[in-house]
């Protein structure tokens, strides 16, 4: 360190041409990038909607080191422009059916920018009182919304938590119940618990189970069946329980989907919750994509049962306008919780903590610090309104209903499950191939097809959709919810599928 | 369902009136946040700098469930000013010395911006190639700025991840080498294996050891003295690993930091790697706060050793002006990460991975989806550039020395270790207070009147610092790193400090 020669004139100086927090630069440049994004968003139709790079296509695109001098915010955007744009793939286009919605909104974004901007670091209360007071009070309004059973919110005695994503949600609570029962049964008898889940639920599950140290040999995929809607059957959870007990296995933990990834089933929570309470399993139930959809009264049905599981969770940043990452979690016991994965090092000692009249929400996640997610709900709460709300995850579910009427008429296609939100499953009919061909007799060629479908509308640009196999079919998703799709944009992709399929039924090699 | 009716012509006049990404409305509410914001920095010093607000103090101001209709952005605003900012302790304002810095800046949150108006979730190249691609050259620019041994660039064999916290890039270290071991030992060995830190070492660690299924018993902490200035002994070390292996436990994980969180000390990384890599133990380097000043090559010997780690993490959002969050891990074996970490799901398959051409970033972290973090870093280095961010972190450095100048000259307080970086740590000087009273004679006393000058000074809303305890004694610390900071301040805030201890020594009721 003996090159700092101390000089506050000179340090002064140089601070004052390169401050990076001046209000007037922030307000400059913090202008030219809102326009920026409204032109990309009035734009956006433009672009391929899957990006059509190839690997390290930037890599031969920009320098090989960071630059020594400041460039100016004009260069830096017309380099997004040409070199980051093209490898985008447009999550916000109204032509994005693939995966699950990431939905932006106004909102969300603004909400974002304040969080960004106050850029707080809410690990406990005192570290930002109004970080953790907002997010508890948020949680509280939309499990309302959700007419989620009392014993969830705050108000009730159970209370809901801010995470990243469903994965650290599931991670948390496995700690959480594997802890309990550790203490119970020693941890000599780690090897002994078993997580369950069906062949429909989220691969996050097992990722999450492997990390808290689950045997993977202990984690159980109860297979559904077509006639079951891919639903997990509460018998064969009983049968795999029971076989578990007898070979000596401690079952600890099951994970019930509302709304599985590739067809949206929904798991039955009421006869789920009641096995697993009589074995002691923790229940959490992962409603990751379709659990936005039950702040309407007519989807809130599907909750029936949630009273007897421990745990519920939801991505509001899929179908729920607020921008990536934004997972709820609510759960009915937050001590339990707590008593996890709670640390108390003396550098974050208050009186605020020790007097117990405050949430230190580091000790309801895997990390201590966090941002201040809640004001970008609280924004899209207030923003739009719970009707509005409502009737927008109403015109995404009217959508895909209108897309499923336009499958119906066109009797080369096949709707593979029944359509529950606004997610439409199908593929081309193995009757029309079989017509086609005889080679179509065999499963594993229908697939193929419709796989050669999928990837000839996708390297068109014109829009995105993915798939999914279930039971060994291939199956086309078309899962609507980016949030500037309007029916139009449906009618073109039903006609840009339309349009592919004739090319590969009619004129390709088949 | 049966209530949904479709009428794509009332649906598409309610989604015309409400758009929730409509360019124009997006356009004009952006422009309003910008102002917002820009007027937040301007004015940021009227405010006071920890929250002073009471437990509770929220619920008491909002409506107990979310509004039926939307509301102006013009009104949540002024909830934003009246409501949230007395509750938000202020990260950003130059008074700011608590913590390490949460360091902001304009450019940071024009990256982040752009990545939530993206809005893409990059859990695999195909989702979104520049978000993968992107993150790659920047982490090797950045490494090739801290001058990281070649190992750990991609350009090496090795490779960086952008994550959110430093205990998850701990996590996803420990759960790889956990792995690794397990699959030797076998799993009914799981509870014999030994995570190791130091009394210094950021807790962190034992959370994430701990989450990964590691027995608390077997978490060991190394004392530190202050004649090592506070940093870990690689005889201390050697002698635990050899009471671990003749107690029959199996070393597994090594933390050393560079920066701790009490002290800003530098564990010796070439004497613990040796020790470390004879047993077959993972290092990794968390350099979470100081890793940063590691662009300026006065700082680079402190990286000494770091070729025999595995990994090595800093926080940019801490002070590298990235913004919350953005935790840079880099690995030498990403094959090893991915070993441990990877998915691969049906409805993820895609051409690029099954290639083997692409990185697929899910594979290296605990989530699924990801944010695009990666511009954030990349504005961050191109609008700057090296050369200014160098002299950033010198001028930090410098105002520290400053302030330590400040303190020599006032006899009644003493420098606790010596300072390396830009932060501080000093007290009220027992020889002082022992003049005032025989009760300072008890170490407890001394430090319960150093715990009294931070409280005063605290509610006193001028200045915001916190504390730490080592070895038993209570250190105020002071770190310098918001990006407003001026020398003025350092000087203001040292005059703040010295009114309040006199306040306390010669008016108040010592």
Known sequence: MGTLNINPEIDDQFFNSINPLDPEEFRRQGHKI???????????????????????????LVPNSAPNHPEPLEKILEDVKRDMIPG????????????????????????????????VVGFNWISSPAATELESIVMDWFGKMLNLPHCYLFSGGGGGVLQGTTCEAMLCTIVTV??????????ENFCKL?????????????????????????????PTTKANEYTMCPKSLHLAVLNDIKEGNIP?????????????????????????????????????????????????????????????????????FSTLDCCCLWVKDPSALTKALSTNPECLRNKATELNQVIDYKDWQIALSRRFRA?????????????????LIRSHVNMAKHFEGL??????????????????CFRISPLVLCRVSTKFDHEEEVNKFNAKLVESINSSGKIYLTHGVVGGTYIIRFAIGASLTHYWHVDIAWKVIQDHANALLYQGSV
Chains 1, 2 share one sequence.
């Not at 990431?102 to 969080?115: K, P």
């Not at 062949?199 to 995929?221: C, M, W, Y």
């Not at 379709?290 to 009273?307: K, R, T, Y």
Request: aromatic share 14%; glycine share 6%; net charge neutral.
């Open 34 to 60: 809102v326009n920026f994004l409204a032109d990309y968003y009035q734009n956006i139709e433009q672009y391929p909607v899957c990006s059509q790079v190839n690997p390290g296509y930037l890599q031969k």
């Open 252 to 320: 600890l933990f099951l994970c019930a989907t509302l709304g599985t990834t590739s067809t949206t089933s929904v798991d039955p929570l009421r006869p789920l919750c009641e096995i697993a309470k009589t074995f002691g399993i923790w229940v959490h139930v992962d409603a990751a994509y379709a659990g936005s959809a039950c702040i309407c009264p007519e989807f809130q049905h599907f909750l029936d049962g949630v009273e007897n599981a421990n745990s519920f969770s939801l991505n509001a940043h899929k179908w729920f």
């Open 88 to 119: 985008i793939t447009h999550w916000q286009s109204p032509n994005f059916f693939a995966y699950f919605p990431s939905s932006g909104s106004t909102a969300g974004f603004l909400g974002e920018m304040l969080s960004v901007g106050f850029n």
């Open 407 to 424: 499958i119906a008429m066109d009797t080369r296609f096949e709707i593979f499950v029944p359509r529950k939100f606004a997610m439409v």
């Open 375 to 391: 004001l970008k709900l609280w924004l899209v709460l207030r923003s739009y309104g719970v009707t509005n709300l409502r009737n």
């Open 178 to 187: 594997r802890d309990q029962m550790l203490r119970k049964i020693g941890r």
């Open 194 to 222: 078993v997580v369950y889940g069906s062949d429909q639920t989220h691969f996050s599950l097992k990722k999450a189970a492997h990390i808290a140290g689950i045997d993977p040999e202990n984690f159980r995929v109860i």
